[in-house]
């Protein structure tokens, strides 16, 4: 192994990532592979892995974090620590290791030469302005929906209703954000869609939902 070329590959990876996506911010150590994308304003701080995923306009990723096969929604919060879209193992053989039924792994030994347990993972949804607290992992396949907040350290294996604080292991609602009426009245606005010349007008109106609301519908 040449001296420094770990190095010189993740710097020349790095630049291309920032070459793809120059209204994102990308720091170092962060990991994107071709099959994912940025949407504008997005950040993603250190050691962040992102595989095969989208993060929508004006998202972060604190540090640390694993997300892999996963849609990620405009103006969501992810903390540090995070895994989305984690994978299973098969828990009816004799032996949950990889070495005994997927040759495909990145092991130095197998005792099969394929893979008898499917690794197809179903897509993992987070949907628009949804904040997940540190630590917290979130099994593929799963759906968060609409500005729900996930507690620290949460364990999320089933599907979040929007507009819902959650916590636990494992994850389950506490308690509604707003009240019936305005969760969907805010989920009917699709305010997480409007431009950024829209957003400006009503930015002062994002403390209180009901003078926001009356804005937005104002409007229509």
């Excluded at 828990?91 to 990145?106: E, I, K, L, N, R």
């Excluded at 690794?119 to 759906?143: M, Y």
Aim: proline fraction near 6%; hydrophobic fraction near 45%; charge should be neutral.
């Amino acid at each position: 192994m040449i001296p420094g070329l770990d190095l010189v590959r993740r710097v020349l990876s790095e630049y291309r990532v920032r070459n793809r996506f120059p209204r994102s911010v990308i720091h170092r150590g962060a990991m994107v592979d071709q099959e994912s994308w940025l949407g504008e304003f997005s950040v993603l701080f250190s050691d962040v892995t992102l595989q095969d995923s989208r993060v929508g306009a004006y998202s972060y990723v604190q540090a640390g974090s694993v997300i892999c096969n996963a849609d990620i929604g405009a103006f969501c919060s992810i903390a540090g620590n995070v895994s989305i879209g984690l994978a299973a193992h098969p828990t009816s053989m004799v032996s949950t290791s990889p070495v005994f039924y997927d040759s495909a792994q990145p092991l130095p030994k197998f005792f099969v030469r394929n893979r008898l347990f499917p690794h197809n993972l179903p897509k993992t949804s987070i949907e628009a302005d949804v904040w997940i607290g540190q630590g917290v992992l979130i099994k593929a396949g799963t759906r968060i929906g609409v500005g729900a907040v996930i507690g620290a350290g949460a364990i999320v294996t089933k599907d979040i209703p929007p507009y819902v604080i959650a916590a636990g292991n494992p994850c389950r609602p506490i308690r509604p954000r707003f009240s019936e009426s305005i969760s969907q009245r805010l989920l009917d606005s699709r305010w997480w869609e409007l431009s950024e010349a829209e957003l400006e007008k009503l930015a002062a109106l994002f403390v209180d939902p009901e003078s926001f609301l009356a804005a937005l519908e104002s409007c229509k």
